[in-house]
């Protein structure tokens, strides 16, 4: 499914979140398709499955994804979603900061909006 970087300064839980909303992403999860249990996913990152927990968590209240209880975890329906206006507060922070540290290693406006269109280019599929 994915692995867990062991140098990446974010949680453990944060990575799963991420690499799991990637997945959704490129198309490689489609809505409708299970995801590994808890405890299987805990098993396959050898990692405590209470932090699997809590990103399963997260990402159900995101509604990414949907437990149904006897049956498993299922990648959710998307739907259209109103805009969480404290989540995109969060995401403009985290941008901002990251701008400035490109900012300061030398990255132009130009630099920095390429880097941006480069890692969103990664993630999305192009419409043909």
């Excluded at 403009?92 to 132009?108: A, D, E, I, V």
Aim: charge should be neutral.
């Amino acid at each position: 499914m994915f692995s867990i970087d062991v140098i990446d300064v974010r949680l453990i839980c944060e990575q799963i979140i991420d690499n799991i909303k990637e997945q959704v992403i490129k198309g490689i999860l489609k809505p409708g398709d299970q995801v590994p249990s808890v405890r299987q996913l805990a098993s396959m990152l050898t990692v405590n499955t209470n932090t699997v927990t809590k990103a399963y968590g997260h990402l159900e209240r995101q509604k990414i994804i949907e437990t149904i209880r006897g049956k498993g975890t299922f990648v959710a329906n998307i739907t259209v979603k109103s805009i969480d206006q404290h989540e995109l507060q969060d995401i403009r922070k985290t941008l901002k900061s990251s701008c400035m540290q490109l900012h300061y290693m030398g990255f132009s406006k130009q630099d920095v909006l390429e880097e941006i269109i480069k890692i969103y280019e990664g993630f999305i599929k192009e419409e043909k």
